[in-house]
């Protein structure tokens, strides 16, 4: 198959895609080259030559002496520019990050055929002349070596001026950028749509990204333009790794657990157990040339298991602030109640309140109690419900079974003090699956070049949900809720140069919009 027919094949494949995208992460070198007098030079062959893979693209000066490379991949370039009469130009080390052109001003110098010039620092500059645009870049140093919390590089575009992240339980993201709304934020990845349907979430990361697959990412977090975003919250371009001309490889594996950590202060006073965090993370990456200069390879894998509790009270579930159950004595058919007024610690109580028991749901010391004959009110009263049955029948065995299936009160400032009193647990939750990503570059010649790449990832929420608050909410129940996710990402990416001052950049992919998958486990 020839590369024309390769690149026909293309260009129809791109025109009849489903899903294509504006957002971009690749970014342009651009410059003017004069004579020493400041006189454009006009027909300059300019070359640009990424040092990491070798790929070439060439070009030549218009009759004004400018120069343009579009849609350049992340990474360091060098650009050199010969004119038969004048010294050859090499500016090397120029470093083109996402979404931010480069500006490589050249000025050639007189000299005799063969003479050449190399300027040794690199001497870019990185202006923003055409919008206001306010962003930031994460290269990839900063991905690699900032420590993050699960490996999620996108964790750190809170570390971004004008980015606030709210600590409190509200609905949303949590995450506002200079005062916008929490779910106006856009997360493109290699120029395809990554965002969470329903609340997004910019550091929500439902790809799985991590260090070694993420080449840098850009925020603009203010003023973004068409290409850059859509939204007026935090606009993230993720560039992905590419393969380069050297093999790398990197084995790794992250622990946690619960041995290592001290118990929260709270939980020591109120007499709880330090929540169980077991968190395994393991993988490998690796990524290099398949033909030298031309077709290059990038792949991770990493697998998640993480065994974790958490205080139900942290969940919201029940409308006592832990679920509630019957404590010993109402599970016996008798039911206490207040008859009139009862004096307890100072305080007069007119109904069942937990100011009348200890912390073990005794009644507390000076509280009197209802005998029927000398104290008659202002005490704690009690009637058997089974005893008074008029029918003779009692509780219902099944009712019964049920009531004591469920574990014994142990929080009794909650409910009201008597009958009901609230049950305080650490329950579980596993978050586990693999995420795999594949890139394959290849460089058909100076004009044109492709890239394909591969997201997918398994992330689920077993034994219990608690973002959605549904835990289990007792001992040896199920869960109230499950979570299963399959997210799914491609990005097929064709660059062509027609002339000078004609550029051509495709983008297509699919993402998968509903990585999430819910399901409801207990009962409602």
């Not at 939980?267 to 040339?289: I, M, Q, T, W």
Request: glycine share 10%; proline share 6%.
């Amino acid at each position: 198959m020839t590369r024309k027919l390769v690149v026909s094949l293309l260009v129809v494949f791109f025109l009849g895609f489903p899903s294509v995208s504006a957002q971009v992460s690749t970014s342009s070198i651009t410059g003017v080259v004069t004579d020493a007098s400041g006189a454009v030079v006009a027909n300059a062959r300019v070359e640009a030559k990424n040092e990491n893979t070798g790929g070439v693209f060439n070009q030549s000066t218009t009759s004004s002496g400018n120069y343009s490379f579009a849609s350049l991949t992340p990474g360091s370039y060098s650009i050199t520019v010969t004119l038969s009469g004048f010294q050859t130009f090499t500016s090397v080390h120029n470093i083109l990050t996402v979404g931010a052109p480069l500006v490589v001003d050249v000025s050639l110098k007189l000299s005799a055929i063969g003479q050449t010039v190399e300027v040794v620092e690199s001497n870019y500059q990185r202006l923003e002349t055409s919008n206001a645009t306010l962003s930031d870049i994460m290269d990839t140093k900063q991905v690699q070596d900032l420590p993050l919390n699960g490996r999620n590089p996108l964790a750190l575009l809170t570390l971004e001026p004008g980015v606030v992240q709210r600590t409190t339980n509200g609905a949303g993201s949590g995450t506002h950028v200079f005062g916008s709304r929490d779910r106006a934020h856009n997360v493109t990845i290699d120029g395809i749509d990554a965002n969470e349907s329903t609340v997004p979430n910019p550091q929500g990361n439902i790809q799985r990204l991590n260090p070694d697959n993420v080449q840098e990412f850009r925020t603009v977090t203010l003023d973004a333009t068409a290409e850059q975003g859509r939204n007026s919250g935090a606009n993230v371009i993720v560039a992905t790794k590419p393969g380069t001309n050297r093999l790398h490889g990197t084995v790794f594996y992250f622990n946690r657990n619960t041995v290592y950590n001290a118990n929260e202060w709270f939980s020591n006073f109120e007499g709880k157990n330090r929540p169980e965090l077991k968190l395994h993370e393991y993988g490998f990456a690796v990524d290099g040339p398949i033909i030298k200069n031309k077709t290059f390879f990038s792949g991770t894998f990493q697998n998640n298991l993480i065994n974790q509790t958490e205080p139900v009270s942290a969940t919201k579930v029940g409308l006592l602030g832990a679920p509630a159950v019957y404590t010993s004595l109402a599970r016996t058919g008798n039911f206490r109640f207040v008859r009139g007024a009862v004096n307890a610690g100072g305080t007069t109580v007119t109904r069942n309140s937990p100011l009348l028991v200890d912390a073990s749901g005794n009644l507390k010391a000076g509280v009197p109690v209802c005998n029927g004959t000398t104290i008659v009110g202002n005490c704690v009263d009690n009637y058997n419900i089974f005893a008074n049955d008029p029918q003779g029948i009692g509780g219902d065995p099944a009712v019964l079974a049920l009531m004591n299936s469920l574990p014994a009160a142990n929080a009794f400032d909650l409910g009201d003090g008597l009958n009901q009193a609230g049950f305080n647990w650490n329950p579980p939750s596993q978050f586990k699956g693999p995420h795999y990503y594949v890139r394959v570059d290849h460089t058909f010649g100076p004009s044109d070049s492709v890239f394909v790449r591969w997201l997918q990832n398994t992330f689920d929420t077993k034994q219990g949900d608690f973002l959605n608050s549904r835990p289990a909410v007792y001992p040896g129940f199920p869960p109230l809720g499950e979570v299963n996710r399959l997210g799914k990402n491609l990005a097929i990416v064709y660059r062509h140069t027609f002339s000078p001052t004609l550029k051509s950049r495709q983008c297509a992919g699919i993402p998968d919009r509903h990585a999430g998958r819910y399901r409801r486990t207990g009962p409602q």
